[in-house]
């Protein structure tokens, strides 16, 4: 148990690092208002893409997806769950953190900061298992998580959202779990390694933004009330209603581990592009993630001895 907690601790430790990075690249003055939207862009038209793509290029066999079926449908609960609890809380918010705070419910920071906690406490099954989870907040995430940010009064949703370059690879990720096709080498190392450079990419446009945040928004009741929903409160009752239901013990640890982890890292960036409050999204992402240091391995060593 001692080697968990220290991995967890290890791997959010590393997110805070990118962070720190970002903080100081943008005193010196490195990154800039007038040049940060060309990070964004590569992050959001490019890493992000290939993130997701990389997610379904595993060649996974039928006989595993029909195994892997309740995780998803869990994490699909999740998100609903998670979705209706949101809409009810923050209906009276201003628009802009409105959208953000939706989003930050919903969506949690599983795939960079849980899949590596799951790598060590289940390291066969929990790693597959695990990447399943991650299809349904993937889809979510470029589809209704995007749909938060691009009203389709404002214009342009088909393009943005149908035809988004997430949502795009999803299509393709579908074809490719339909036939069972990997991409081969190189091509699908080069699809790996730029869909790597989502987390840290992520993480040092939130440290440059904090940069010229003021830090009394990291108190703000709002930021703090969503950093308890996302790491105690949505992660607990799920596993209340799945101990319920009486689901296997492995399954509602892998899916719980990933439910508790902190506000997704692409929060600011999917606000910055999209007209959400972005400085308001780094706050919800630093804030969650240095939380998430003591209460993932909480939750983690509660969900163990139920």
């Known amino acids: 148990m001692t080697d968990i907690i220290s991995r967890m601790i290890d791997t959010q430790a590393l997110m805070f690092l990118y962070m720190i990075c970002g903080f100081i690249i943008a005193k010196l003055k490195i990154i800039r208002d007038d040049n940060r939207q060309v990070l964004v862009r590569l992050l959001m038209d490019v890493a992000m893409p290939m993130m997701v793509l990389n997610a379904f290029n595993k060649g996974t066999a039928r006989e595993q997806l029909a195994a892997s079926v309740a995780v998803m449908a869990i994490a699909l609960f999740g998100c609903l769950f998670t979705w209706l609890i949101g809409a009810f809380l923050w209906r009276k918010q201003p628009e802009g953190k409105r959208k953000v705070l939706m989003y930050s419910s919903m969506f949690s920071n599983a795939g960079n900061a849980g899949l590596p906690i799951l790598e060590l406490v289940f390291p066969e099954a929990g790693v597959f298992l695990g990447n399943m989870y991650l299809i349904p907040p993937r889809i979510l995430q470029w589809t209704v998580g995007l749909g938060f940010f691009v009203k389709p009064q404002k214009g342009g949703w088909v393009k943005n959202v149908l035809l988004n370059p997430m949502v795009v690879m999803i299509y393709i990720g579908a074809v490719l779990m339909a036939t069972g096709w990997i991409i081969p080498a190189p091509f699908g ?46 992660p607990m009752l799920v596993a209340f209603v799945l101990k319920l239901m009486q689901v296997d013990q492995l399954t509602m640890n892998i899916c719980v581990i990933l439910l508790a982890m902190p506000v997704a890292s692409n929060t600011a960036a999917m606000a910055e592009r999209y007209g959400g409050d972005y400085v308001f999204a780094s706050a919800c992402v630093s804030v969650s993630t240095l939380l998430s240091v003591v209460t993932v391995p909480v939750i983690t060593w509660l969900i163990q001895i139920i």
Do not use: Q, Y
């Not at 730029?194 to 928004?217: K, Q, V």
């Open 189 to 234: 190392t080069a699809i790996n390694k730029l869909g790597a450079m989502t987390g840290p990419l992520s993480m040092i446009l939130i440290g440059a933004t904090l940069a010229s945040m003021d830090f009394r928004m990291l108190l703000e009741p709002s930021v703090l009330l969503t950093s308890f929903l996302r790491l105690i409160a949505f």
